[in-house]
């Protein structure tokens, strides 16, 4: 009586240990199949998450930079279409020097007697290198002194500045000569500005 029990406790300790066996085949085929299967594809999800972040944050970064693009480019436009109609107010070198030379004509028309046309230092305003244009600008000035009446100097000045290209006139002093009211003397400071080398 007591072999045949002893003999079945054993035939239940054989079946509890292949069980073991068994469940302990499973839990490792399980882990194997998970670190086959399961974990490339989580970390090729992972990975792809982490790719459309990176993606999401380009795409935003590229709608700054175009925003930016845009903006820089109308403000260029801008400041291109201001220069364009600040330029075509400049003498170059040859109006310049036909503009100083007609000022005896422009006197004589109103009347004007020109006693004395000095020039002052050219000034340079504005070194254009930095653009890529090869130009500079130039700030040409000169005191114009004349006799006339008070009209005719009116009409002077007025002829002056009457022409597409700016000519600023700076100060007027006028005093009478002599006792005679009816003939003054003018000063007139005068400045132009100049283009020098090749446009863009």
Not at 76 to 86: I, T, V
Not at 117 to 125: G, H, K
Not at 164 to 178: A, H, L
Request: hydrophobic share 40%; with cysteine; aromatic share 8%.
């Amino acid at each position: 009586m007591y072999q045949p029990m002893l003999s079945q406790n054993r035939i239940k300790s054989i079946r509890s240990s292949k069980n073991a066996v068994f469940a302990a085949l499973v839990v490792i085929g399980a882990i194997i199949l998970y670190n086959q299967i399961v974990t490339p594809h989580v970390n090729c999800l992972r990975a792809a998450q982490r790719y459309e972040s990176v993606i999401d944050e380009l795409a935003k970064k590229n709608r700054i930079i175009n925003n930016n693009v845009t903006v820089k480019k109308k403000e260029l436009e801008e400041l291109q279409e201001k220069f364009e109609h600040f330029r075509i107010k400049l003498f170059d070198p040859v109006k310049a020097k036909e503009f100083f030379s007609d000022m005896q004509a422009m006197a004589e028309v109103t009347n004007c007697v020109i006693y004395s046309l000095n020039f002052s230092p050219t000034d340079s305003t504005l070194d254009t290198d930095k653009l890529e244009t090869g130009s500079h600008i130039t700030a040409n000035h000169a005191t114009l002194s004349v006799v006339g009446g008070y009209r005719d100097i009116v009409a002077l000045t007025n002829k002056l500045q009457d022409r597409s290209r700016q000519v600023w006139i700076d100060s007027v002093s006028i005093e009478p000569v002599g006792s005679n009211a009816n003939q003054l003397r003018c000063d007139i400071v005068v400045t132009i500005y100049v283009i020098h080398g090749k446009e863009k």
